[in-house]
């Protein structure tokens, strides 16, 4: 939405290609309090805010549109291909597809989500203050979530199916040293339960090795196995790390050019609203320049700095 509004500032023909409704992993998020200028706004909220904004300057938004195809043609256009078989044509192109958070998939998950279910420690971490939480998962995210979140919460049960952290050793070290941590190895967790408000208040819990199962009270639950980025649509190699997150430049072009990213789908230290709204300002504004130097003649344009362009 921000790319779109910038674009539209600038007075280019943006078209917006949304799956489902506008906001993203917003929508998926009840309470934000991190967002510049809102002490307290609801994810829809905002996620409607950010599509107003792009549609008054002009952004052209169309939903329900699930992209299957993105390549770059031999004559210099993208392509973008729809499942109803749709086709638009663009001399360049933004993707913000983001990423999406691997799910337990059990019962109660996903009608909780945001209201104790969690898979953002930074996000959310500050609605558990002095609660008893549980964290699931076994590696570097999952480690390292849970010592960040003692910062607010009484408890942390680190929860495991194995016996063993695959996260890094200093990791490992800072989660066994840490009194607020106790792990639960060997479990997995069989269903979220909550109460009549809708509101989380522990979990079913099974051992995988005994199959004894039990409750484990605790008001929110943060999974951290696995997050990955959107970037399949993408026809042709296109840099990226090894978790498949795009690398771009600071211009936030990818290594195709004319193609930009920004937010949860490109390498990048954290996945904020703030920081997708820096990235598709950047990357509204190179795709601008882009398009400037096609139109006065070069094949490649290279973007600069200063807004210069060399052959």
């Given at each position: 939405m921000c790319a779109a509004m910038y674009a539209g500032r600038a007075m280019l023909n943006?078209?917006?290609?949304?799956?489902?409704?506008?906001?993203?992993?917003?929508?998926?998020?009840?309470?934000?309090?991190?967002?510049?200028?809102?002490?307290?706004?609801?994810?829809?909220?905002?996620?409607?805010?950010?599509?107003?904004?792009?549609?008054?300057?002009?952004?052209?938004?169309?939903?329900?549109?699930?992209?299957?195809?993105?390549?770059?043609?031999?004559?210099?256009?993208?392509?973008t291909v729809a499942d109803n078989g749709?086709?638009?044509?663009?001399?360049?192109a933004i993707i913000t597809a983001g990423g999406t958070p691997v799910k337990l998939g059990v019962p109660g998950e996903l009608e909780y989500a945001g209201k104790g279910v969690s898979y953002c420690a930074i996000c959310d971490g500050a609605f558990f203050r002095n609660h008893t939480i549980a964290v699931i998962g076994g590696g570097d995210a999952a480690a390292e979530e849970s010592d960040f979140l003692t910062r607010y919460a009484d408890k942390v049960y680190l929860i495991h199916r194995r016996d063993e952290l695959r996260a890094s050793k200093i990791l490992q070290r800072r989660v066994f040293e840490n009194p607020k941590i106790e792990p639960i190895w060997d479990t997995v967790v069989d269903e979220v339960q909550a109460d009549g408000q809708g509101l989380v208040t522990g979990l079913k819990l099974r051992n995988v090795n005994t199959g004894i199962v039990r409750n484990l009270p605790a008001t929110g639950m943060f999974v951290f196995i696995g997050f990955r980025p959107n970037t399949g649509i993408i026809e042709g190699h296109v840099a990226h790390d090894e978790m498949g997150y795009l690398v771009t430049d600071g211009n936030m072009q990818t290594s195709i050019a004319g193609l930009f990213a920004a937010g949860d789908v490109r390498a990048q230290l954290t996945r904020q609203v703030t920081t997708a709204v820096g990235d598709a300002t950047t990357a509204a504004i190179a795709a601008?320049?882009?398009?400037?130097?096609?139109?006065?003649?070069?094949?490649?344009?290279?973007?600069?700095?200063?807004?210069?362009?060399?052959?």
């Open positions: 943006a078209v917006v290609l949304e799956r489902g409704l506008p906001g993203g992993e917003l929508l998926n998020t009840e309470l934000i309090e991190d967002y510049p200028g809102f002490e307290s706004v609801l994810g829809h909220e905002l996620a409607q805010k950010f599509s107003d904004h792009a549609v008054k300057f002009g952004a052209i938004l169309k939903t329900g549109v699930t992209i299957t195809t993105l390549r770059k043609r031999d004559d210099g256009l993208f392509e749709d086709v638009y044509l663009s001399p360049t601008e320049k882009y398009l400037k130097g096609l139109h006065d003649g070069e094949r490649e344009p290279v973007i600069q700095g200063t807004g210069g362009y060399t052959a």
